[in-house]
């Protein structure tokens, strides 16, 4: 069974940074793109940023420049840095067309989130 574990939210002043991580597990066999969404209070879920299995990013406009997004092989993390109040969101990792040893079908996987509070 595929699983995503999100872990490295929390509460940050202003201008501070926090580092997410998610582990993709389960009989993988491959993931085309992993990245970050999140969802903020009485809004719908928005793209953070993605990276592709080769290694290329994708980011929001609202966060350029102040995150970054790696992976390494079914890990994917997210290094967010200047954080702002609007920041504040549950942010949920993705595993994009993500194909497993038992079947060859191509399948879209969702961590459970984990929650980023920016205040003072």
């Known amino acids: 069974q595929v699983q995503l574990a999100e872990s490295g939210g929390g509460l940050v002043e202003p201008g501070g940074s926090l580092r997410l991580s998610c582990v993709a597990s389960?009989?993988?066999?491959?993931?085309?793109?992993m990245g970050w969404y999140r969802q903020a209070p009485g809004k719908q879920r928005e793209l953070v940023a993605t990276?592709?299995?080769?290694?290329s990013p994708n980011y929001a406009d609202s966060v350029k420049g102040r995150f970054t997004i790696s992976r390494e092989h079914h890990t994917v993390y997210l290094q967010m840095n200047d954080l702002r109040p609007a920041d504040t969101a549950v942010y949920f990792c993705?595993?994009?067309?993500?194909?497993?040893?038992?079947?060859?079908?191509?399948?879209?996987?969702w961590g459970q989130g984990t929650q980023v509070t920016v205040s003072s």
């Open positions: 993705n595993a994009d067309r993500l194909r497993t040893i038992y079947s060859g079908a191509y399948e879209d996987y």
């Open positions: 990276i592709t299995a080769l290694g």
């Open positions: 389960g009989g993988i066999f491959s993931i085309d793109a």
